[in-house]
Protein backbone atom coordinates (compact mmCIF):
# COMPACT_ATOMS: atom_id res chain seq x y z
CA UNK A 1 0.00 0.00 0.00
CA UNK A 2 3.09 2.11 0.92
CA UNK A 3 4.55 1.52 -2.37
CA UNK A 4 1.54 2.13 -4.34
CA UNK A 5 1.14 5.66 -2.63
CA UNK A 6 4.79 6.68 -3.23
CA UNK A 7 4.26 6.17 -7.04
CA UNK A 8 0.76 7.84 -6.52
CA UNK A 9 2.59 10.83 -5.26
CA UNK A 10 5.20 10.39 -7.27
CA UNK A 11 3.19 10.89 -10.77
CA UNK A 12 0.55 13.74 -8.77
CA UNK A 13 4.57 15.53 -8.51
CA UNK A 14 5.19 14.98 -12.14
CA UNK A 15 2.03 16.41 -13.05
CA UNK A 16 1.89 19.47 -10.87
CA UNK A 17 5.63 20.17 -12.17
CA UNK A 18 4.32 20.01 -15.97
CA UNK A 19 1.46 22.03 -15.44
CA UNK A 20 3.70 24.44 -13.89
CA UNK A 21 6.19 24.20 -16.56
CA UNK A 22 3.27 25.16 -18.68
CA UNK A 23 1.66 27.56 -17.17
CA UNK A 24 5.33 29.36 -17.11
CA UNK A 25 5.58 29.17 -20.61
CA UNK A 26 2.35 30.53 -21.40
CA UNK A 27 2.90 33.87 -19.86
CA UNK A 28 6.16 34.32 -21.26
CA UNK A 29 4.79 33.14 -24.76
CA UNK A 30 1.82 35.70 -25.68
CA UNK A 31 -0.47 34.79 -28.54
CA UNK A 32 -0.33 37.68 -30.76
CA UNK A 33 -3.14 37.95 -33.67
CA UNK A 34 -2.57 40.97 -35.92
CA UNK A 35 -4.54 42.32 -38.75
CA UNK A 36 -3.31 45.99 -40.33
CA UNK A 37 -5.19 47.07 -43.76
CA UNK A 38 -4.80 50.23 -44.70
CA UNK A 39 -6.87 51.87 -48.32
CA UNK A 40 -8.35 54.00 -50.26
CA UNK A 41 -11.50 55.21 -50.67
CA UNK A 42 -11.29 56.67 -54.57
CA UNK A 43 -12.48 55.73 -57.98
CA UNK A 44 -9.31 53.71 -58.04
CA UNK A 45 -10.05 52.25 -54.01
CA UNK A 46 -7.27 49.46 -53.03
CA UNK A 47 -6.37 48.34 -49.78
CA UNK A 48 -3.23 46.13 -48.73
CA UNK A 49 -3.87 44.19 -45.33
CA UNK A 50 -0.93 42.35 -43.49
CA UNK A 51 -1.53 39.80 -41.08
CA UNK A 52 0.70 38.28 -38.44
CA UNK A 53 0.21 35.69 -36.03
CA UNK A 54 2.63 34.85 -33.22
CA UNK A 55 2.44 31.65 -31.22
CA UNK A 56 5.12 29.71 -30.01
CA UNK A 57 7.86 31.76 -31.25
CA UNK A 58 6.68 31.32 -34.80
CA UNK A 59 5.53 33.72 -36.76
CA UNK A 60 3.49 33.59 -39.99
CA UNK A 61 3.03 36.56 -41.82
CA UNK A 62 0.80 36.90 -44.65
CA UNK A 63 0.32 40.54 -47.33
CA UNK A 64 -2.35 40.42 -49.26
CA UNK A 65 -3.94 43.09 -52.14
CA UNK A 66 -7.19 44.20 -52.92
CA UNK A 67 -8.48 46.17 -55.98
CA UNK A 68 -6.50 48.31 -58.03
CA UNK A 69 -3.31 46.86 -56.68
CA UNK A 70 -4.78 43.18 -56.81
CA UNK A 71 -3.98 42.19 -60.18
CA UNK A 72 -0.56 42.49 -60.55
CA UNK A 73 0.02 41.64 -57.00
CA UNK A 74 0.88 37.72 -55.49
CA UNK A 75 0.19 37.47 -51.85
CA UNK A 76 2.94 37.36 -49.94
CA UNK A 77 3.54 33.94 -46.61
CA UNK A 78 6.57 33.75 -44.78
CA UNK A 79 6.86 32.12 -41.62
CA UNK A 80 9.62 32.99 -39.31
CA UNK A 81 10.96 31.89 -35.67
CA UNK A 82 11.74 34.15 -33.05
CA UNK A 83 14.14 34.36 -30.59
CA UNK A 84 13.24 33.65 -26.95
CA UNK A 85 14.81 37.75 -26.34
CA UNK A 86 12.80 38.70 -29.16
CA UNK A 87 9.37 37.32 -27.61
CA UNK A 88 10.09 38.66 -24.61
CA UNK A 89 10.52 42.30 -25.71
CA UNK A 90 7.22 41.81 -27.12
CA UNK A 91 5.95 40.67 -23.63
CA UNK A 92 7.50 43.67 -22.08
CA UNK A 93 5.60 45.83 -24.48
CA UNK A 94 2.73 44.18 -23.85
CA UNK A 95 2.70 44.58 -20.37
CA UNK A 96 4.55 48.59 -20.11
CA UNK A 97 2.09 49.96 -22.30
CA UNK A 98 -0.86 47.91 -21.09
CA UNK A 99 -1.80 46.06 -23.67
CA UNK A 100 -3.78 43.36 -22.07
CA UNK A 101 -6.88 45.68 -21.65
CA UNK A 102 -8.99 45.30 -24.67
CA UNK A 103 -10.55 48.93 -26.49
CA UNK A 104 -11.78 50.37 -29.06
CA UNK A 105 -11.16 53.69 -31.29
CA UNK A 106 -12.54 55.05 -34.50
CA UNK A 107 -10.95 58.45 -35.81
CA UNK A 108 -13.42 59.96 -38.39
CA UNK A 109 -13.15 59.30 -41.68
CA UNK A 110 -13.43 61.83 -44.71
CA UNK A 111 -14.79 60.68 -48.17
CA UNK A 112 -12.46 59.54 -50.47
CA UNK A 113 -10.00 59.64 -48.51
CA UNK A 114 -7.20 56.87 -47.30
CA UNK A 115 -8.34 54.54 -44.06
CA UNK A 116 -7.31 52.35 -41.58
CA UNK A 117 -8.24 49.08 -39.79
CA UNK A 118 -6.20 47.55 -37.21
CA UNK A 119 -7.39 44.29 -35.32
CA UNK A 120 -4.99 43.35 -32.36
CA UNK A 121 -6.04 40.37 -30.10
CA UNK A 122 -3.15 39.54 -27.60
CA UNK A 123 -3.29 36.53 -25.01
CA UNK A 124 -0.64 36.40 -22.06
CA UNK A 125 -0.60 36.37 -18.56
CA UNK A 126 -3.67 34.29 -18.31
CA UNK A 127 -5.42 37.64 -19.63
CA UNK A 128 -6.76 38.23 -23.06
CA UNK A 129 -7.62 41.85 -24.86
CA UNK A 130 -8.73 42.77 -28.03
CA UNK A 131 -7.95 46.15 -29.80
CA UNK A 132 -9.50 47.72 -32.81
CA UNK A 133 -8.77 50.52 -34.15
CA UNK A 134 -10.19 52.21 -37.43
CA UNK A 135 -10.15 55.48 -39.53
CA UNK A 136 -8.71 58.12 -40.99
CA UNK A 137 -4.61 58.05 -40.77
CA UNK A 138 -4.23 61.77 -40.93
CA UNK A 139 -6.61 62.57 -38.08
CA UNK A 140 -4.94 64.94 -35.93
CA UNK A 141 -5.53 62.74 -32.78
CA UNK A 142 -3.74 59.77 -33.70
CA UNK A 143 -0.41 61.43 -32.70
CA UNK A 144 -1.99 61.98 -29.28
CA UNK A 145 -4.28 59.30 -28.75
CA UNK A 146 -3.14 56.69 -25.97
CA UNK A 147 -4.93 53.58 -27.22
CA UNK A 148 -3.20 54.19 -30.63
CA UNK A 149 0.27 54.69 -29.24
CA UNK A 150 0.22 51.55 -26.92
CA UNK A 151 -0.77 49.65 -30.11
CA UNK A 152 1.39 51.37 -32.58
CA UNK A 153 4.47 50.44 -30.47
CA UNK A 154 3.91 47.16 -30.37
CA UNK A 155 3.35 46.96 -33.89
CA UNK A 156 6.70 48.97 -34.20
CA UNK A 157 8.80 46.07 -32.64
CA UNK A 158 6.58 42.88 -33.77
CA UNK A 159 8.57 45.10 -37.64
CA UNK A 160 11.46 45.95 -36.25
CA UNK A 161 11.82 41.96 -35.21
CA UNK A 162 10.30 41.00 -38.74
CA UNK A 163 13.09 43.29 -40.59
CA UNK A 164 16.18 41.54 -38.57
CA UNK A 165 15.23 38.28 -40.82
CA UNK A 166 13.08 39.87 -43.97
CA UNK A 167 13.95 43.18 -44.89
CA UNK A 168 11.54 43.72 -47.77
CA UNK A 169 8.76 43.26 -44.89
CA UNK A 170 8.02 46.89 -43.62
CA UNK A 171 5.28 48.92 -41.86
CA UNK A 172 4.91 52.62 -42.71
CA UNK A 173 3.61 54.14 -39.57
CA UNK A 174 -0.05 55.91 -39.81
CA UNK A 175 1.40 58.66 -37.15
CA UNK A 176 4.62 60.05 -38.97
Known amino acids: MRGELKGLLAVILVLCAVAQSTAAQAAV ?24 QLK ?17 SKPLHKVLRLKAAEV ?22 QEGFNYFD ?5 KADGKDSSITLSG ?3 HPDIKTDRLFQNA ?8 RIIQSQ ?11
Do not use: M
Request: no cysteine; net charge negative.
Open 56 to 72: GGQLVYDETYQGRRAPG
Open 29 to 52: EPDISLSITKGEHSKDSHSTTQSI
Open 166 to 176: DKNLDYRSLSE
Open 88 to 109: KSLLEIIRQRELLTSGNKEFEL
Open 152 to 159: EALIKEIF
Open 136 to 138: NPR
Open 118 to 122: ISLQI
